[in-house]
């Protein structure tokens, strides 16, 4: 049900609502419309995904994307100040420096995007910046299992942690973060009883995508979830509508009208004053 003058969602009712045993709806957007739609639907968390370098600019993978584009991308889904809460993944590149140029980066996030939040993949190598940007006051949403931005150090987009070592690492990892202080954790791709045992050990909220049921929360990329891509889906995706049809089919009619002379109608022009009719007689 639509939600217009609901609560705003913050990194603290996020955390309330797994303590009620409420579960959490979350979801990527890249621009203004895309968050309108989201925020009006009453998702909970909407992410700038880095993912974008992949839906938006064609790319194998994300790498290539850059602080400034995320940036750009996050000021347009702020713009439409959503209840949601907007959190904008760090780019790859963007803190494997220097733990202050990383929280400079990360603030750029903050103070040009307007997000509230910022996500960043990795586990224990990251701890150092983690809680720079923490010292720093900026929330962060971890991201534990497959990290898209360590695709060729993981030889693939595999899934991780089915075999004890290092399903042990990402479940020492999601507890150290807690400790740490992230407000929640993303689960990408791991075996659902992984998922499960890691919800159940944390107070904080995990999110889930391709985690299994068992996560506080899930998230999916919103073009998959609308059924607006074309590129290889992962089979944790449930596209809930296949919208790409209905634009393929709407842009189809739209050059048949075109081409055969029936759009535009009189009724879709515009009209003479009355003064200067004569002169085109
Ligand atoms: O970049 C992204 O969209 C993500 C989510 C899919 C978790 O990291």
Redo the contacts with the bound molecule.
Sequence with gaps: MPQPDREKTTVLTLGQKKARGERIAAV?AYDFPTARLASEAGIDLI?V????GM?LQGHAN?LKVTLDEMVYHTSLVTRAEPRALVVS?LPYGSFHGSVERSVQNACRCLKEGGAEAV?L?GGRKRFPVIQALLDAEVPVLA?LGLT?QSVHALGGFKVQGKLREKAREIFEDALDLEKLGVFAV?L?SIPQELGRKISAALRIPC?G?GAGSGCDGQ???FHDLVGFTSLYLPKFVRAYADTRSLWLGALQKYIGDVQGGRFPDAAESYHLGQDIEDFFK
């Design positions: 990527t992410l995904g880095d993912s974008l839906v994300t993944d996500k993949e991201h898209p993303v990408e999110i995508i998230i999916l990329v």
